[in-house]
């Protein structure tokens, strides 16, 4: 058992749900996934999002007591995927009682990346969302839908009906099409980027914005450079999003999901023994919205 230090919380997890960052981090692919631990995983037991019970508070913990409902992204500690897990008291917020310990499991880290990888939709504007069938796709479709904008979601086949039921305008086969050869948008919101910055400044309208959360090293190392300037020179905006995490940035979408103005998709529900499968299941995208692992 897990012992807190003097800003930490010990949490009794009850359900955490799996990120894509898990899968990275697991496999140490890619490259970026192995900051803090280049031969094995800088934590061993993964799991970043959590939603649990507070079993026991560190010294200098002031917002939370032991029976508190919580939930919360452990991006730094991890430790998701046990039934006691440490967290820095500043990682969590109260769970709101409308949530189960599933959903809210579902919103610390998917619930940021869209809300500010979408910031910048608008009424009429065109937005594209690469990677919008997974967990921050989900959420990120419906608020871009919600703000006026025309949005495509891009994904494998066995997704474009759900990003249609999530609110997608069109929707885009990533293995037939590539969407940086169709129509220009405002605003791409790339989950998975791999391409070069040629295509990506080619998917964009004069104006227009490219966001990138995730993708090969490669990739993120050639927009941060040649992204930049080759975006500025032609009226184009190239960049990586380094989302800002924690409860500020996630009761947001939470909020809006106990109003009923978002929906949560979970597509399945694994124990604690089947871990490997749920990982497995997410990371080799066959996962609808979001994967959540029921611990207690
Ligand atoms: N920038 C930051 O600060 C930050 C922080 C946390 C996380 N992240 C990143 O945020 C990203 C999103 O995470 P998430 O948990 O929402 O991921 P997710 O649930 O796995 O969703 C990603 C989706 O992209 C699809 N996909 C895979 N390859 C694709 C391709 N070539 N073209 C189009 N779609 C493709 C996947 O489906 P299939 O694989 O089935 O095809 C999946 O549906 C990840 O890259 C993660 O590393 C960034």
Known sequence: MPSPGPSQVLV???????????????????????????????????????????????????????????????????????????????????????????????????????????????????????????????FAIQLAKRSGAYVTGVDNAGKLDFMTSLGADDVIDYRSQDFTRGDPHDLVLDNVAYRSVFAYRRSLARGGRYLCVGGTSRSLLRILTAGFVAGRLTGRRLGVLVVKLGPAHFEPLAELCV?????????STFTLDEVPQALAHHGEGRALGKVVVQVA
């Open 12 to 138: 009794k997890v009850i359900a955490t749900s799996v990120n894509l960052s898990d899968w990275e981090c697991l496999r140490g692919d890619p490259m970026y996934a192995r900051i803090g631990g280049l031969r094995t995983p800088a934590r061993r037991v993964l799991g970043s999002d959590i939603a649990g019970i507070i079993e026991a508070i560190g010294s200098d913990v002031t917002g939370f007591r032991p029976g508190d409902e919580v939930y919360g992204d452990n991006l730094d500690l991890k430790g998701g995927f046990a039934e006691y897990a440490l967290a820095p008291e500043s990682a969590l917020a109260h769970k709101p009682g409308a949530l189960t310990f599933a959903e809210a499991s579902t919103i610390p880290q998917a619930g940021p990346i869209a809300l500010q990888g979408t910031a910048a939709a608008g009424p009429g504007r065109r937005v594209l969302i690469n990677g919008a069938g997974g967990g921050s796709g989900m």
């Open 259 to 267: 109003s009923g103005d978002l929906q949560i998709h979970i597509d």
